[in-house]
C-alpha cells in the first residue's frame, strides 16, 4: 500500500546512517552523476535539491553555485548531510525540512533538480509537484529518478512496488511542458531509471 509522507520520512530516517553505502548500483550512480552534469550551475546561481536526502546532488553541484538549498522531509536524512557538509567544509549548501508540493523556499531560484525521489508521489501528485517547482521560476530543471522508458519487467523491478509509484516518461514529459517547460534533454540510463532536462520556455 502507498506510504504517507511520514511514513517515507520515518523510512529514510531509520536508514540514513547506512544510505549512502546502500547507493553502489551503476544506474543510481550513472543517474546522479547526469543530474550534476546537467545542472551545470554557474557562480552566480541558487540551486534547489529536492528529496535532497544525504546530499549526493547537493554537494555535486556546491562547488560550481553561488548557494544550495537542500529540502527533504526525513530529519535523519537531512541531519546526516549536514554533517557531510561539515565535515566536507562546504558552507554553501544548507539543508531543512520541505517537501516537493511544499518546498518551504522564499527566496529566488534558479536551478531545481531531484534524483530518485519523485517517485514516491503518486501521477497526482507528481503533476502537482511539478506545478508547483515550475512556479518558483526556474529557468531549468533537472530530474533524474526511476521512471519507464517501456514496459517494466515485473519479474525485475528496479524499484520496491510496495513503496515506489514510478511514472512513464511520457506522464513525467506532459507534467512539464504543462507547466510552461520544453524537454531539452532526455538520458536513459535504464528502462527503468533516466535523466529529464526541462528549460523554462
Ligand atoms: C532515495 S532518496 C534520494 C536522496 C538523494 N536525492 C540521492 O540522490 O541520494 C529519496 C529521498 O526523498 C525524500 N522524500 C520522499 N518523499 C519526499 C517528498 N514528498 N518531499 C521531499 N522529499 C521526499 C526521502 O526522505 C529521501 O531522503
Known sequence: MKKSIDEHAARFSDHAADYDESQDSREY????DLVVEHAAPGADDVVLD???GTGAIAFGVAPDAERVIGRDISEGMLERAREKAAERGIENATFGEGRFRDPN???????VTSNFALHHLSDAEKREAIDVVAGLAPRRIVLGDVM????????????????????????????????????????MVSEQVGVLVAERN
Open 29 to 32: 550512480r550513472a543517474c546522479a
Open 50 to 52: 529536492l528529496g535532497a
Open 105 to 111: 523556499v522564499d527566496s529566488a531560484v534558479d536551478i
Open 148 to 187: 519507464f522508458f517501456g514496459e517494466p519487467n515485473p519479474e525485475d523491478p528496479f524499484y520496491s512496488p510496495e513503496v515506489d509509484d514510478p511514472a512513464t516518461v511520457g506522464v513525467l514529459a506532459d507534467a512539464f511542458t504543462g507547466a510552461g517547460y520544453a524537454l531539452t534533454a532526455v538520458e
